[in-house]
């Protein structure tokens, strides 16, 4: 890991572990994991959130204003909305995407939970995704969260990773395997 990228997880991580203790405390977390997906989509859908938080152009002071108004129009808990404001006067919203993953993973680990990354040729129906987590949650022991992406790059099959652990079963990976054999065989 480079070191920007392991400093931003670091301050991304403290501010994750605040915000989770003080909705532990108060015994708010099903709001706190309603917050962290709204944040999560509006992030995803909205460039100019993306530009707020990533750009140095704008002043701690536009920021703030700005988060602020962002926090009030998605209702976001008190909590929450505080720890933006922090982040915005102390120079710190570039970090929010990793604040997020660290509070997704602080979330389902309170609950039990373990996140798989399910990255597939076509999109996973509904049958096929319960089995899939079912099948997963087994091999875990512990209930299983998808996300899923599609790439057709893939060809067919399915590319799963459960924390440290990734099982490629893709069409794309085997023809790799295939033709990296095929070259040393020359």
């Known amino acids: 890991m480079s070191e920007p990228a392991s400093i931003s997880t670091g301050i991304a991580s403290r501010y994750a572990s605040a915000v989770f203790d003080i909705a532990q405390e108060g015994k708010k977390l099903p709001a706190l994991e309603k917050d962290v997906d709204a944040l999560e989509a509006a992030l995803a859908e909205s460039e100019d959130l993306q530009a707020l938080i990533a750009s140095p152009i704008y002043t701690r002071d536009e920021q703030a204003a700005a ?59 509904k049958t096929q ?5 079912k099948t997963l949650a087994k091999q875990v022991g512990k209930d299983v969260k998808l996300t899923q992406t599609v790439d057709e790059s893939l060809i067919g099959g399915l590319v799963v990773k459960v924390g440290s652990k990734m099982i490629d079963t893709s069409i794309a990976s085997k023809l790799k395997a295939l033709q990296n054999s095929m070259k040393e065989a020359r």
Request: positive net charge.
């Open 67 to 125: 988060i602020a108004a962002v926090a009030k129009k998605m209702k976001l808990q008190t909590t929450m909305a505080n720890v933006l404001g922090l982040m915005a006067t102390k120079r710190r919203l570039f970090v929010v995407p990793q604040m997020i993953q660290a509070l997704r993973a602080r979330i389902a680990d309170e609950k039990g939970e373990v996140a798989a990354e399910v990255t597939s040729a076509k999109a996973l129906t």
């Open 129 to 133: 995704a319960d089995k899939l987590a």
